[in-house]
């Protein structure tokens, strides 16, 4: 089945700066790559996501990036604000050869405090 | 903004008592999931469930739990004799399109077994 790393387990950055958060999965046939972030005692919650017949996508101040070839993808946070602190998660989804429902494989959760 | 609702936030038991996690989905999804995180670990995949059946199921999904939808808008994951490792956050999850769609997450249900 599938795996999906994640790293780093921890980041700090002071607000402002950028951070980069990236995830390895092990099944070329996954093809929906989803980003969640998870708050203190809430859900988690979709931030943005991207599919392998697209190399990158943008949503103001986040991006991920995708290289299907290396198996990797990647969230980046510009112009971090301390509200963007809290856990994130990247996750990846195949078609199971079309018995899959939609089932995600979440990397381990990366922890992002951003200092003022 | 519709959202995933879950019921109880937090619910205390003793072990092999059983318990009764309920999530009320997006009304116009039909596709249901149900995700657990212990402390400190990944988010898992339990169990999937659309046309009022599993579609997929992992391998900690085993006798001691069941899913169903009782009455069309509650979706709802027993666990039959809880033991001290079923202790977790567990996530209620659904989604318009499947396998096509996003997946929305409710704010999860704390189990702790005693």
């Known amino acids: 089945g599938e795996n999906v790393e994640q790293h780093p387990s921890t980041l700090s950055v002071q607000e402002g700066d950028s951070a980069v958060i990236k995830c390895t999965y092990s099944?070329?046939?996954?093809?929906?790559f989803p980003w969640y972030k998870q708050e203190l005692g809430k859900g988690p919650q979709l931030i943005i996501d991207?599919?392998?017949?697209?190399g990158e996508k943008k949503d103001q101040r986040i991006a991920v990036t995708l290289n299907k070839t290396a198996k990797h993808f990647s969230l980046h946070i510009t112009e971090t604000q301390p509200e963007d602190s809290a856990v994130y998660f990247c996750?990846?989804?195949?078609?199971?050869?079309?018995?899959?429902?939609?089932?995600?494989?979440f990397g381990q959760g990366t922890i992002l405090t951003v200092h003022p | 903004e519709p959202e995933v609702t879950q019921t109880p936030s937090h619910q205390v038991t003793q072990m092999g008592q059983e318990v009764i996690l309920r999530c009320v989905p997006i009304?116009?999804?039909?596709?249901f999931y149900w995700y657990r995180q212990i402390l400190g670990q990944k988010v898992e995949f339990l169990v999937s469930?659309?046309?009022?059946?599993?579609?997929?199921k992992s391998e900690i999904f085993d006798d001691q739990f069941s899913v169903e939808r009782p009455d069309g808008s509650n979706f709802t994951l027993k666990i039959r004799s809880t033991k001290l490792e079923d202790s977790a956050m567990y996530f209620c999850?659904?989604?318009?399109?499947?396998?096509?769609?996003?997946?929305?997450f409710g704010e999860g249900s704390r189990l702790t077994v005693l």
């Open positions: 999850a659904s989604s318009e399109k499947g396998l096509l769609g996003e997946l929305f």
């Open positions: 099944d070329s046939a996954s093809n929906y």
């Open positions: 991207i599919r392998s017949n697209v």
């Open positions: 996750a990846a989804r195949g078609d199971a050869g079309g018995t899959s429902y939609g089932k995600l494989t």
């Open positions: 009304s116009n999804h039909l596709y």
């Open positions: 469930f659309y046309n009022n059946e599993i579609s997929e």
